[in-house]
């Protein structure tokens, strides 16, 4: 077990750099030079070469790619992220604001995606060759072949204009986090529900519970005490994963909601080419996703066996 836990955490090490690396290509591929966007806020000034010139000097930006990589590098190990172009504020600043609203929203829509997933694969294997089963099944269709952008717009026409129960907009209350939260967990949550499914039904056709079941136990008893719990460990992985998604998946949903999330956030760095801004945006996302599937693949390490067997065997 140890071994494997060295192993993983050693291999995030390589994934980190990888970010790092393109979100600091991010200001050679992106179109315009910082020195003129600084310098050129508002579009009205017009700078002179040697004024370019010298603040180009001044940021470092005549110097080779690698030199200012590993510059900036330095700067963000010691948590310095650069100032934001048209805000004046630190990036560090503006993603610690912005960056917890982001959090509990992704939170509660894996919390729901996982809930709502694995309740209803539980169902839909207790119903197999029902009605039932096939309706989850046809709403499992529907939730991944519909935008969630479209599914959005359907909650705020029927909730918030129409029964007028929960706001459309803006985060002045916990309740506000409620239909940005539902509309990002309906892809994620048929996703789950799916692989549940066909995790149950891969346990029930295992040995040991063909010889339950001619023990004379229920299949329901089965169900929760035995196959359940075997068959969780993948799906809980499978959700560790998407919280990369659901963070992708905020900047649209933020936007459509006015949640002052990051994603918010990296769709005004991108209007005002924002390019320190956006690159603190890229390292905060990937980083987080990265020590959240670290997190889940160490907790699944620490109550599944079979991985620490395999790593004795290793």
């Known amino acids: 077990m140890f071994g494997f836990i060295v192993k993983r955490i050693l291999s995030v090490i390589p994934v980190l750099f990888g970010i790092s690396f393109i979100a600091f290509g991010m200001t050679f591929l992106a179109p315009g030079d910082p020195a003129e966007l600084i310098l050129d806020q508002n579009g009205n000034y017009f700078p002179n070469a040697e004024q370019v010139t010298v603040l180009r000097e001044q940021l470092g930006l005549n110097k080779p790619w690698y030199k200012q990589y590993i510059f900036w590098l330095g700067q963000v190990i010691y948590g310095d992220l650069g100032t934001s172009y048209h805000t004046g504020n630190t990036v560090f600043a503006e993603l610690q604001s912005h960056l917890p609203i982001t959090l509990v929203l992704a939170f509660i829509a894996l919390v729901l995606a996982g809930a709502g997933g694995i309740g209803l694969g539980v169902f839909s294997v207790m119903e197999r060759g029902k009605l039932a089963e096939r309706i989850i099944q046809r709403g ?7 935008p969630i952008f479209f599914m959005a717009l359907i909650f705020i026409l029927c909730m918030s204009e129409v029964l007028q129960i929960l706001p ?10 409620f239909l940005p939260a539902v509309s990002l967990s309906l892809p994620t949550m048929a996703v789950i529900g799916r692989f549940t499914k066909r995790k149950l ?4 056709g295992k040995t040991y519970c063909v010889v339950a079941l001619a023990h004379g136990i229920k299949e329901r008893q089965m169900l929760f005490l035995y196959v359940l719990p075997n068959a969780i460990f993948p799906v809980l992985a499978l959700l560790g994963n998407f919280f990369g998604g659901v963070l992708g998946g905020s900047v649209v949903i933020e936007n459509i909601f006015a949640v002052p999330g990051i994603g918010s956030l990296a769709l005004e760095a991108v209007k005002f080419r924002d390019y320190p ?15 959240i599937s670290l997190c889940m693949d160490l907790l699944l390490c620490y109550f599944n066996p079979k991985i620490k067997f395999e790593d004795h065997i290793l």
């Open 140 to 146: 499992f269709d529907f939730l991944l072949s519909v």
């Open 277 to 291: 801004l956006l690159q603190g945006y890229v390292l905060v996302t990937g980083g987080t996703f990265v020590f």
């Open 168 to 177: 459309s907009s803006g985060i002045k209350e916990f309740d506000g986090y």
């Open 201 to 204: 039904l891969e346990e029930l």
